[in-house]
C-alpha cells in the first residue's frame, strides 16, 4: 500500500520530527505503528508517545464505541429508530483521532463519528436523538466542543473552515500557549471527497492557512461506489493542489491514527495552517442500515478486512504482552453490556419533540421579529381543537 513519493509542500514549516514530516507530505508510505498481528512497528517520522496505560484505554473506547453501533443498528431494526449510519471497521481512526484533541479543539463531524463524540464525552443518546426524530437539531457548542451531525454530504468541512478561520481572529492560533490555542477538525469521507463544498474549503483553508485539519476516513465505498471510480490519486495527495500537506494513515491503526492527528493538529495550532489526513481503512458494515452492500462489494474483501480488525489487533499486542489479564477484558464486556442497557432503554424514553423549541435555537439572543413570528405560530397551533376525536 505504499505510493510514489510525492514533491514537497510549499507551505513546509521550519519545524523538526513529525511536524517536518507532514510538511513533506507524511512518507510515501502509509504511516502504521501497530500491525495487523498487534506487533509495535517504528516510522521515521511519527511515534507513539504515550503508553500502554493509554493503549488500554483505547481498547475501551473502542469496544464501547463498537457496542453503541451494535445497539443503534438492534434499534433501528426494531423500528425504534429510522436510520443508522454504521461506523464497524473505522473505530481506531475515530478513537485515535477523537483522543488526539484537546479539550479546545473543535470537531465537525458528519454523521458517523460515533467514536469521536464518545471521545468528547457526548451521551451517545444524544446522537440517537436524531436517528430518532425526536431531535429537531439544536446543539450545544459549549458541549465536548462537538458540532452537530452533518446530513448534507461535506458541507461540514465549510463550516469549520469558517471557525478555523474564526480561532485566528480571536487570537488563540499560534500564541504558544498550550492550554489555549485551538485548532479544528472537520471529518469526511472519501465519497464527501467529490463535493463542491469539500474543495471550496480546501481552497479558503490554504488561502487563509487555517488551523483546521481536514480528516478523510477513506473506507473505500461512498455507498455503493468504489474509490476507484472517484480519484486517480491516492486522496492525500489531492492536498498538494491546493497547497498544503497530506498523510495517509492506517486507519486501522489506532496508534498511528493518533500519532499522525497530533501532530497535524499541533501544526495548525501552531499556526503553520491546514493539513489532509487520509485514513485508510474499510467499511466492514452497510454504509446505512437502509444498504445492502452485498449488492456491490466481494465477500471475499470483507474478509480480508475482518483480519485487520482495529479492535483484534490492540487486543492481540495486549494479551501477547502479557499487559493484562481476562479479567481486564471481562470488566470491558461487563462495561459495555451496562452501556447496551442505557441505550435501549434510554432511546425509547426519549421526549418528543416540542415544535416551539426551534424557535430557541435560531439566535443566541432572541430578535423581536422572531419573538413574533414564534408568539403567531404557537396561536396558530392553539387553533387547533385538539380534543376533537378524543371520544
Known sequence: MSESAVPRSSTAGDFGGPQAA?????????????????????????????????????????????????????????????????????????????????????????????????????????????????????????????????????????????????????????????????????????????????????????????????????????????????????????????????VRVDGNDVLASYAVTQAALQRARDGQGPTLVEAYTYRMGAHTTTDDPTRYRLSADVESWKLKDPIQRVKVYLTRNGLVDQDFFDEIEDEAEKLGEHLRAGCKALPEPRILDTFDYVYAEQTAELAAERDGFAAYLDSFDTTAGAH
Not at 462537538?146 to 458541507?155: H, K, N, P, R, S
Request: charge should be negative; hydrophobic fraction near 40%.
Open 22 to 246: 507532514i510538511d513533506e507530505l507524511g512518507s510515501a508510505e502509509l504511516v502504521q505503528l501497530l500491525t495487523p498481528e498487534g506487533e509495535r512497528v517504528e516510522h521515521p517520522d511519527f511515534s507513539f508517545d504515550l503508553g500502554d496505560d493509554a493503549i488500554k484505554g483505547f481498547y475501551r473506547d473502542m469496544v464501547l464505541t463498537r457496542r453503541i453501533d451494535t445497539e443503534a443498528t438492534a434499534l433501528q431494526r426494531h423500528g425504534e429508530l429510522g436510520i443508522w449510519a454504521q461506523l464497524l471497521g473505522q473505530e481506531a481512526a475515530q478513537v485515535g483521532s477523537g483522543r488526539a484533541l484537546r479539550p479546545q479543539d473543535f470537531v465537525f463531524p458528519t454523521y458517523r463519528e460515533h467514536g469521536v463524540a464518545w471521545c468528547r464525552d457526548i451521551d451517545p443518546l444524544r446522537l440517537l436523538g436524531l436517528f430518532r426524530g425526536v431531535d429537531q437539531g439544536g446543539w450545544d457548542p459549549n458541549e465536548g466542543n462537538f458540532g452537530l451531525y452533518t446530513i448534507v454530504i461535506g458541507a461540514q468541512t465549510l463550516h469549520a473552515t469558517g471557525y478555523a478561520m474564526g480561532l485566528q481572529r480571536d487570537g488563540v492560533v499560534g500564541t504558544g500557549d498550550a492550554d489555549r490555542d485551538a485548532a479544528v477538525v472537520a471529518y469526511f469521507g472519501d465519497g464527501a471527497s467529490s463535493q463542491g463544498d469539500v474543495n471550496e474549503s480546501f481552497i479558503f483553508a490554504a488561502s487563509y492557512n487555517a488551523p483546521v485539519v481536514f480528516f478523510c476516513q477513506n473506507n473505500q465505498w461512498a455507498i455503493s461506489e468504489p474509490i476507484e471510480r472517484q480519484s486517480r490519486i491516492p486522496l492525500y495527495q489531492r492536498a498538494l493542489g491546493f497547497g498544503f500537506p497530506g
